[in-house]
């Protein structure tokens, strides 16, 4: 038997829960996690409404100033050279070990790889370069450049928990999660590895958030309980979220053998680029469908086999767009009708880490039998005619699952999971 | 040899506020010693002031106070420091008594003793220059 990628363990830090027991009766209750914001202390912007990161506290670069609730352990040696965005990792990270019934002890040997996603710190690289340049190059923070630049997560996780095996870190905008994942299935598929830890993690501060108002990709809507709405004719853009979702992935014999729970098999991945904009998705989603079409090759899978897609769907007009005529061409056309939703309509928009937090979501779901419905979906747009979007979650096993990502330059990556056999 | 100008050559010095913003986190006892210091050079304030910056940047709480632990303590070897952590304390500490420490100077430090040794010299040598 081939190695089998499995699911053993999951940790979340987002703004709809802080554990597994939080994130899933949110996604059943479509309880979102979104406030009123006021970014850069500045009431005149438009963007007024964020997916908060509850009970962690950044108010400054300083370390010193850092609060995390009380329940998670942060060790002040790595704190020094930690963003904001590590903290929340750390503490999905011991989740996801917990759960997984493992201790950082066993991850030395070498059998197990970490991989990681986010887009750094612009939060700490603003303050850094800022010293550097009040000071005219004389001082910065010694430990200003890793807690900040892109690849912060996994050398400070790989170092802390002294992993041996493959480490590496993905950078493709909103897709690096997802590729994260993917490349961890690889590595245990071709025998490389026996267990990948898969980090997602984010900022949630202006730095990171604003820089997207540039582009016009935010949501002016400033009532919380509206300003995502994937697939509805009005949404007006995303709603930014950070936070961290861990994920630990075993060979299934490995996970039999020590007796974890398997939460889910990852039984295909795939990936294609658009070839057409560096910001906005193909107007047809020729990309995404691609993708698609070669993630249910890898499984040997079916349209008709899947029961339920996690929309990529961040609430954009043009990108939710481009998804709906992508899964027209995969399903609707076959005949196939799975159920799908966007949780981005709870969680907002995590940026690097939306990948891995939305399988985490669907490993959930299928461990626990319900699909999360298509939360604040009202006035669905007529290009998603003929989806199956449900208003509510609905309590019924998800079956086989498919997992959507897309980034900037046309990224799209696609994950399968499935209830173990 | 030619000089390309990556910044302004010109350089005026730079304020010693500037990168003390871990100061302001030092206990009420540390703050005092260095306002001593400040006024009237009293270097009996250095130990106060450096044993607190020391324990800020300290990767483990020590049950003993480091101001109470023997001279030879090694930062590295007994109290967990790493180099980066050591450069911490040596960048805070130029900012706040005005002393230029080098690389290689750096290296020589290894206990306690040699810390607080080192930075009176420094500051010594400040003064009467």
Redesign the interface.
């Known amino acids: 038997m081939p190695p089998l990628p499995v699911i053993t363990g999951l940790g979340f830090i987002t703004s709809i829960g802080h554990d597994r027991a939080a994130v899933g009766r949110s996604l059943r209750e479509l309880a979102h996690g979104f406030e009123r914001v006021e970014f850069f202390g500045n009431p005149n912007l438009p963007v007024k409404v964020a997916g908060t990161i509850k009970g962690f506290d950044f108010p400054t670069p300083?370390w010193?100033d850092w609060r995390w609730p009380e329940r998670f352990t942060v060790?002040?040696?790595l704190l020094?050279?930690l963003a904001p965005h590590g903290v929340y990792a750390l503490c999905a990270l011991q989740q996801a070990l917990t759960e997984a019934g493992l201790e950082p002890a066993e991850l030395s040997d070498g059998t197990t790889g970490l991989f990681c996603a986010s887009a750094g710190s612009p939060f700490m690289l603003g303050s850094f370069l800022g010293?550097m340049h009040?000071?005219?190059?004389?001082?910065g923070?010694?430990?200003g450049l890793v807690s900040s630049i892109a690849g912060t997560l996994n050398f400070s996780l790989a170092a802390h928990y002294r992993i041996t095996g493959a480490v590496c870190g993905f950078v493709s905008a909103c897709a690096s999660s997802s590729h994260a994942l993917g490349y961890a299935m690889d590595e245990i598929r071709l025998g490389r590895q026996q267990r990948m830890l898969v980090v997602g993690a984010e900022d949630m501060t202006a730095e990171s958030i604003m820089a997207f108002s540039s582009l016009r990709a935010l949501s002016n809507n400033p009532d919380p309980a509206t300003a995502s709405r994937p697939f509805d004719r009005r949404r007006d853009g995303f709603v930014g979220t950070g936070g961290a979702v861990a994920v630990i992935v075993e060979d299934a014999a490995l996970a039999r053998r020590r007796g974890a729970h398997i939460l889910a098999e990852l039984v295909g991945w795939g990936q294609a680029g658009d070839g057409h904009s560096v910001t906005a998705s193909h107007p047809e989603g020729a990309g995404l469908r691609e993708a698609m079409r070669r993630t249910l090759a890898d499984a040997r899978l079916n349209a008709s086999d899947i029961g339920y897609v996690n929309a990529h769907a961040t609430s954009t007009v043009a990108g939710d767009r481009s998804e709906s005529l992508a899964l027209h061409a995969i399903f609707t056309r076959q005949g196939a009708k799975p159920r799908v939703s966007s949780t981005k309509a709870l969680t907002g928009h995590g940026l690097s880490m939306a990948g891995v937090m939305e399988a985490a979501f669907c490993a959930l779901a299928i461990d626990e039998g319900f699909i999360p419905g298509a939360a604040h979906l009202e006035e669905p747009d007529p290009v998603c005619a003929g989806l199956d979007l449900p208003r509510v979650s609905l309590a019924e096993a998800p079956g086989i699952v498919l997992n959507n990502s897309s980034g900037f330059g046309g990224s799209n990556v696609c994950h399968l999971l499935r209830r173990p056999a | 040899m030619q000089t390309t100008a990556i910044s302004p050559l010109s350089l005026a010095p730079v304020s010693p506020a500037k990168c003390s913003d871990s100061f302001r986190h030092l206990p009420d006892h540390a703050r005092t010693a260095f306002e001593q210091f400040q006024a009237g050079g009293d270097p009996a304030a250095l130990g106060p002031v450096m044993f607190a910056i020391l324990t800020d940047f300290s990767p483990r709480r020590s049950a003993v106070p480091l101001g109470d632990l023997p001279g030879d303590t090694q930062l590295i070897a007994d109290l967990g420091f790493d180099s980066l952590a050591i450069t911490e304390v040596v960048f805070t500490a130029e900012d706040l008594f005005g002393i230029s420490i080098t690389n290689d100077e750096i290296v020589q430090v290894r206990t306690l003793d040699d810390l607080l040794g080192f930075i009176q010299v420094k500051v010594s040598d400040r003064r009467v220059a």
């Open positions: 300083n010193r060790d002040r040696e020094r050279g010293q009040e000071t005219r190059g004389e001082r923070n010694p430990m």
